[in-house]
């Protein structure tokens, strides 16, 4: 199979090289098409008023990968990877592994989810990967459950294209209890700009957002009120997995839209 691998923390990072590496000693074709320096929480953001660099690595990864250094966006990096450097649609497009989780309201700022879901929009399944801290660097588990999904979802082939959100507890893999089937839970943060001053004597802010863990899990108008959010899952050490979607539109809404003529 060949496997387009991306990331929103750089060509550099651990966590790509630890996830590419690891599939092409299974004996997948890699290619690698990742920014060249890190681009957390860019969402979907493309490039467009400048050009777009793209390079060939050398040295980082195993000689089995093809890996390219990319200037853009994550977005920016799945899209020229299918559409340039690729001379065919691969089996699946993979983003990650992050270093940090992707749970709940984050995906709709990570870099790491837009770039899986590059693929699913080209109609690829595709993986976003993330191991749920910021400073554990255990890659390995990751990357080892991630070559497990591939084979299942090669035996197993899901009926549509979709995106597959997985996030990995960072424990030891023993600890691992297992993996669930979850749904997109909430994430707020307590929003914190710190004002500064640059040596000129102007102001500037930074963004220092602190995470509200406590906050309650809504029940899902859909699904059933059992199935545990990702956020609760992770927490418990799974591994879990949550199908995203790209079509944002709320069907509950449209349905109380149609039968209320007085606003139309």
């Given at each position: 199979m060949h496997i387009l691998i991306s990331n929103d923390d750089g060509i550099f990072a651990l966590g790509?090289?630890?996830?590419?590496?690891?599939?092409?000693?299974?004996?997948?074709?890699?290619?690698v098409?990742?920014?060249?320096?890190?681009?957390?929480?860019?969402?979907?953001?493309?490039?467009?008023?400048h050009p777009i660099r793209a390079d060939i690595i050398e040295g980082i990864f195993s000689p089995k990968v093809t890996a390219w250094s990319c200037s853009g966006t994550p977005s920016d990096c799945v899209k020229l990877g299918l559409s340039a450097i690729l001379q065919e649609k691969p089996d699946f497009v993979l983003?990650?592994?992050?270093?940090?989780?992707?749970?709940?309201?984050?995906?709709?700022?990570s870099g790491?989810?837009?770039?899986?879901?590059e693929g699913t929009i080209d109609g690829i399944t595709s993986i976003a990967l993330s191991l749920a801290s910021f400073t554990k660097k255990e890659f390995q588990p990751s990357a080892n459950y991630a070559v497990k999904l591939i084979q299942q979802l090669t035996e197993n082939p899901l009926p549509e294209a979709t995106l597959l959100n997985v996030n990995?507890?960072?424990?030891?893999?023993?600890?691992?209890?297992?993996?669930?089937?979850?749904?997109?839970?909430?994430?707020r943060y307590i929003e914190n700009f710190q004002e500064r001053l640059d040596p000129r004597g102007r102001s500037y802010y930074w963004l220092a957002g602190e995470l509200v863990e406590e906050v309650e899990q809504p029940e899902h108008i859909y699904l059933p009120p059992d199935l545990p959010?990702?956020?609760?899952?992770?927490?418990?050490?799974?591994?879990?997995?949550t199908?995203?979607?790209?079509?944002?539109?709320?069907?509950?809404?449209?349905?109380?839209?149609?039968?209320?003529?007085l606003l139309f």
């Open positions: 790509i090289r630890t996830l590419a590496n690891t599939i092409a000693s299974q004996g997948h074709k890699v290619t098409v990742a920014p060249d320096r890190e681009r957390s929480a860019t969402g979907h953001g493309l490039t467009l008023h983003s990650g592994i992050n270093q940090g989780s992707n749970l709940g309201t984050d995906i709709l700022y790491t989810v837009s770039a899986a879901m990995i507890p960072p424990v030891p893999e023993s600890d691992i209890i297992g993996v669930k089937i979850t749904r997109q839970g909430i994430r959010t990702d956020v609760q899952a992770n927490q418990e050490n799974y591994i879990t997995i199908p995203l979607q790209y079509n944002l539109t709320d069907v509950v809404t449209i349905q109380r839209l149609q039968k209320n003529t």
